[in-house]
């Protein structure tokens, strides 16, 4: 007997469910968004299913009756939806994503790393010690600000600091639309600072580096301790990896969050909308410089080196704001780089298979 998935497209006020249970894809995160690129035909043919983890033999999947480990094949990350081809898995379609995080993988290997995918709020978790570094705190915001995910800046360990007015007051100069938090990671707080994000089908993540709480956080919202934590070094406050891959977690009342490992390096590519947002002072400066080339160094009539002299930016911001850009386009130019060289090796290689069955 087929299974009835009408209840997962769009309905009108007086079509709504009645029951008090909500539907098993909408406690996975299933939305209207993503119900809008499917048909009846198609729910029923390919059942939907979220990808919960990635590992190296393939996708964990669940679904509404499904749990199941399917083949690589899809280029999908944790927080994507399928139609799942219960037949062929490995041609299982990924639906259009509402947002993306993604990176430079790290090393010297010019390639896209796909981080999460369909993340509503964006916890970026720093801790109030030495971890706290603005340039870094910099890099998620504007990896949220390009994924067009709302980012939220948390301060952990507030509750061993003598003072954490100065951390919060440095954290939020980074924007003006980002809000920040101090919070104690243990116990009820959590649960009752966080309530308004995390809401049914609402998938939220917390990233940041080893160490600063983030599985921490994830146990105070899951009301248990499942996830693995560790303390830090007291010598330097650095974490220690306990979170080793990216996973969702599943809260009561439907939403879903998402634990990610500490990420030592953060290569931004592709966001360039992204440090422009969170750079917005300076990047409308630079429209105003007398010269379109303006490096905004020594040039005359340069808008950005006038307001540095007028203390309406800081030299620090400055550099920070020229280290991402330059980073930004190298690691962009270099993927696309890539994925020619990738292309032109592909077509290369069609061409002695079509050689070689002659």
Known sequence: MKRDFSKF??????????????????????QPYFAQQ????????TPPVRVVEVHRNGLHVLGDGIDQLIPPGPEATVGDWLLLKTQHP???EVLHRKSLFKRRAPGTDRRLQLIAANVDTAFIVTSCNLDFNIARLERYVALAFEADVTPVILLTKADLCDDVDPYVQAASTISQ????????????EPQTILQDWCKSGQTIAFLGS?????????NALMDDQSVDTAAIREDDAKGRHTTTRRQLHFLPNGS????????????????????ADLFSDVSDLASQC??????????????????????????????????????ERFNSASLAERKSDDKALHKMIRAVQKNNRK
Do not use: Y
């Open 38 to 45: 499917t048909s009846i035909d198609d729910l029923v043919e």
């Open 90 to 92: 490995t041609e299982s």
């Open 256 to 275: 879903a969050v998402l634990d990610t490992p500490g990420m030592r390096e953060l290569q931004l590519t592709d966001a360039q909308d992204g440090i």
């Open 290 to 327: 007398r010269f379109n080339d303006c490096f905004h160094e020594t040039e005359p009539g340069c808008a950005i080196q006038g307001a540095v002299e007028r203390g309406d930016i800081t030299p620090d911001r400055l550099a920070r704001w020229n280290k991402l850009v330059a980073e």
């Open 177 to 188: 639309r980002v809000m920040v938090m101090a919070l104690n990671a243990l116990g009820q």
């Open 9 to 30: 497209v769009l309905q009108s006020d007086t079509e709504k469910p009645t029951t008090h249970e909500p539907p098993k894809l909408t406690t996975l995160g299933w």
């Open 210 to 218: 080893s160490g600063v709480g983030k599985s921490t956080l994830v």
